[in-house]
């Protein structure tokens, strides 16, 4: 297997995908990192601070400075947690909570007018290849 000729379809699909799907999925007001870290909460709520600046691989002081961000935006509040006092949990709020439902509602739907000009096999195509590519990304 040659692996520098996956590394070029990596780096050449990157953009491809960024162009195709991630430009237009911005809600006004929100960065692209705010919105992905609203999400992660949501979908993972009540963990330290650590837990998600490693998932978005963020250095500490710039994910502090995000947290803060969407704190002061009254999305996500601090808490200290209970069994250790120098941990910090993050949770989301009702207000959050009304951001990721519409921003659902918003990317749901740019993304069907997106995807309603491929046939059912490329549908099918397309689903089974992001699953593959999700499976193998998480081992690396």
């Not at 520098?4 to 237009?24: C, F, R, S, Y």
């Not at 998600?52 to 947290?67: A, H």
């Not at 739907?109 to 193998?136: H, M, P, Q």
């Amino acid at each position: 297997m040659d692996k520098l000729k996956i590394i070029e379809n990596i780096q050449d699909t990157m953009p491809v995908i960024h162009k195709k799907i991630l430009a237009g999925i911005a809600m006004e007001g929100m960065t692209n990192h705010q919105t992905r870290l609203l999400i992660m909460i949501r979908k993972v709520e009540g963990k330290p601070m650590k837990f998600y600046g490693n998932k978005m691989m963020m250095n500490k002081s710039n994910f502090s400075n995000l947290v803060e961000s969407l704190i002061v935006e009254e999305f996500v509040i601090r808490k200290k947690s209970e069994e250790d006092r120098r941990v910090v949990n993050l949770f989301i709020t009702d207000k959050g909570m009304e951001f990721c439902n519409t921003y659902n509602s918003h990317i749901k739907g740019y993304l069907i007018g997106k995807i309603d000009v491929l046939t059912d096999e490329e549908l099918e195509t397309l689903e089974e290849s992001f699953k593959n590519i999700k499976r193998i990304l998480e081992k690396i």
